[in-house]
């Protein structure tokens, strides 16, 4: 029992790490791209534009979420920014919908995990939901509600003295803050939207002149490393949870919560259910792709599968923030509107690709069991690729080659210049990002004091 449980584990990792090194390039491939869109591609202060709820506001909000971030929470947080400030509240959804169904990373994963015709009913599905979504909250919402609680929310953020980080409209913190010219003191989420920011002041030129300049491709780093932090945690646990689903979970489990067969009312109970399994999965955002994965290995429907890679947005630690920044009517408003659109989308999906004759058939593939996955194929020189292309991003970050700012911060390595906190220590004059990393120097000087804080001018922008 011992021996089969060992060997049950081994297996686990060994489909879960597989997992993630045969979608690695995709994963990797796709960030990039988002940075470069994220430094690269303008965009109009959103709140004004998305204030409206017409076609317009709504396809904007569909294409500026696109072009964001894959994380759910994070798509939250600048949902509420623009909420906040205005924005109709079926292009705020539109946006929280765009920039988790829609994102390249999430495309490319889906490709290469469970193929061509997911990715298409992910991408056509991904516009469905928002026309579905956004006919059911013109007739639905209660809008006195949602005023009560967008003033509610301003007050409350005034009276609390939150403050939104310019660049990307999540909660400032006190100890990423910086003074401009003016004397206005603005608050950042974390140091790289800090340094972004100070990117910002400092480029000169278009884009083409950026990317063939050091100042250029660091903004990338910077944005591809912020990133990584914000979706690792979900694509780590994803992976790893699908292998011990894959192995640990028996096939009459999945055939006692999905009714197997052919029919509307299966098509319809199989959406259904797996909207309810994602809701209790925990796993948002990309790290549900290959926990899809383990549902179609099991034999779940086309609608049951889409439907709960559709439904990253409404996990029980999802829900828990909406009810923290609307309250429960609001979060239960959500919750029912989400369900109904990602269940009926799903729904809607099969039966679209039936007519069409291009539901997929798993019975001819391979199981995850049987796969062989590290092998010296096409998987790998790409992985190769993407790791050179990733450590490269990273090297030039760490280094600041072509960074704002003459200083280098002991603590963390990001580029400061003399208008931000300081010490003196054993005669020499340190800067730092933060107040933060000054008290962890103050803590720990000898760990910190290494190197001279004033930057190489062989490091400088050319």
Not at 33 to 56: F, P
């Amino acid at each position: 029992m011992q021996a089969a449980l060992v060997d049950g584990i081994l297996e686990s990792l060994r489909i879960g790490v597989g997992f993630l090194w045969t979608a690695a390039w995709a994963i990797i491939m796709g960030l990039v791209i988002t940075s470069l869109v994220q430094v690269y591609v303008s965009k109009e202060r959103m709140a004004t534009v998305l204030g409206e709820g017409n076609l317009s506001g709504l396809t904007k909000a569909t294409v500026f979420g696109a072009a964001s971030s894959g994380c759910s929470f994070g798509a939250i947080a600048i949902g509420k920014g623009l909420f906040k400030k205005g924005a109709h509240t079926v292009n705020f959804f539109a946006f929280m919908f765009a920039s988790t169904n829609l994102i390249v990373e999430l495309g490319l994963m889906i490709l290469i995990l469970l193929g061509w015709e997911f990715l298409v009913a992910e991408l056509l599905g991904g516009l469905i939901l928002i026309a579905v979504m956004a006919v059911l909250v013109h007739l639905t919402l209660p809008e006195n509600l949602f005023e009560e609680v967008r003033q509610e929310l301003n007050q409350r953020d005034q009276k609390e003295g939150v403050t939104e980080d310019p660049t990307c409209g999540m909660e400032g913190k006190d100890e990423y803050s910086l003074t401009t010219d003016g004397g206005e003191r603005l608050t950042f989420c974390s140091e790289g939207c800090m340094e972004t920011y100070r990117q910002e002041l400092a480029s000169s030129g278009g884009w083409r002149e950026e990317l063939v300049s050091w100042g250029g491709w660091y903004k990338v780093g910077n944005q591809y490393r912020k990133e990584w932090s914000m979706i690792w945690k979900d694509v780590v646990a994803g992976f790893l949870i699908s292998g011990f689903v894959i192995v640990f979970v028996p096939q009459w489990v999945w055939n006692t919560l999905f009714i197997q067969g052919d029919g509307l009312l299966v098509t319809a109970e199989n959406a259904i259910m797996g909207v309810t399994i994602a809701i209790f999965s925990f796993v948002g955002s990309m790290g549900n792709v290959p926990f899809a994965v383990a549902l179609w290995g099991g034999g779940i429907s086309f609608a049951g599968v889409i439907a709960f890679v559709y439904a990253d947005l409404i996990t029980i630690p999802v829900l828990n923030v909406y009810r923290k920044y609307y309250g429960w009517k609001i979060m239960l408003y959500i919750l029912a509107v989400f369900f109904v659109t990602m269940a009926f989308t799903g729904f809607l999906m099969e039966l679209l690709f039936d007519a069409l004759d291009i539901v997929p058939d798993l019975a001819g593939g391979e199981t995850a069991t049987e796969q062989t996955y590290f092998e010296l194929n096409y998987t790998f020189y790409l992985n190769l690729v993407a790791s050179a292309l990733s450590g490269f991003l990273l090297y030039v970050y760490r280094r600041g080659l072509g960074a704002p700012g003459q200083y280098r911060d002991p603590v963390c390595g990001m580029r400061t210049d003399d208008s931000g906190p300081s010490l003196t220590y054993d005669g020499e004059t340190y800067y730092f990002c933060a107040n933060q990393c000054k008290q962890s120097f103050e803590k720990q000087p000898t760990a910190f004091a290494q190197d001279h804080p004033q930057v190489s001018q062989s490091h400088e922008h050319h």
